[in-house]
């Protein structure tokens, strides 16, 4: 199987979906079961992945409690990742449809879904991901974060940059400094800047604007790119679109700050293109912030066939 179609679709048709297996995360945060919510009639299986070190604060006993009541079989996650293997041992349909609930999930995971079906070249068969992510209010982040490192996502795959110049495309985000210490990092030959507009909420985009203020005049106009936050096959067509014609001059870092759809875009992206390093930075642990849901969610369908 590959990635062959990327679909946006109207959050009012999120639940307009026949599943055969629901995925999603147990949370602390108020919005943790809005996706699932909209399926509580569904009778598919339904599975609830908690985080080994989740903190059991805010809303956690109370989505707990409901996704217990409403059927879901919550599955502790022991390491690093989940068992994809045992979650999808009993799929054996011609057509899978799957709900994929990211709000609480790590990069980890949900690319780990992805590459479970990516790397299934002799499976027949269609497999239909509905992808679902809700948006948070806006909640300030305080202060400044200070960058420890920069960490390559998927150090198996990094592959070195044979003499080739560096390009940087970088997903802004709220917090101050944060940006300008990644770029100072990677110190690249080529910058693009990506930031949500329109945002969830316009205070998110002006606070984006403000704490970038002087990395963003680093970068040419031209490459200060804006994505709809709600449209995920939008924000994979402007990727690729800017990845085709540098890759064979450039060993392009990709680091997808910013809303987690841009994070699940850059996954797929990577699906197709394994040379694009996908690379995060690490930070000494925030404190924890409840966050409540903001509008509808983001729903994006992928195909592998």
Partial sequence: MELSSIK????????????DLFI??????SRSTTVARRFENSSCRKIALENNNLIKEYSYQE???YLEKHGFE????????PDVDEIFQSLSRDTINIVLDCTNMPPLWYYEFFKWFDEKQAAEGKVRMRIAYTMAKYVRQPGSRKVKEIFDFLKEEVRPANGKKVALILGLGQGKNVSDSIFKMINPDLLYLYYADPPAEKRFVEKVFVNNHNLIN?????NLVAYPIRNGQAIYQSLINIILPLRDEYSIVLIPQGPKIFSVVSMLVHMGYPDIR???PRFKKPPSVDRLPK???VVLDILFE
Avoid at 24 to 29: D, V
Avoid at 218 to 222: D, G, S
């Fill in 74 to 81: 919550i599955i502790r996650v022991q390491s690093e990742l």
């Fill in 8 to 19: 946006h679709i109207d959050p009012s048709q999120l639940a307009d979906f026949k599943a």
């Fill in 63 to 65: 989505n707990s409690d």
């Fill in 295 to 297: 509008d509808e969610p």
């Fill in 24 to 29: 999603t995360g147990l949370g602390y945060e």
């Fill in 218 to 222: 680093e970068a040419p106009i031209r």
């Fill in 278 to 280: 996908i690379s995060y």
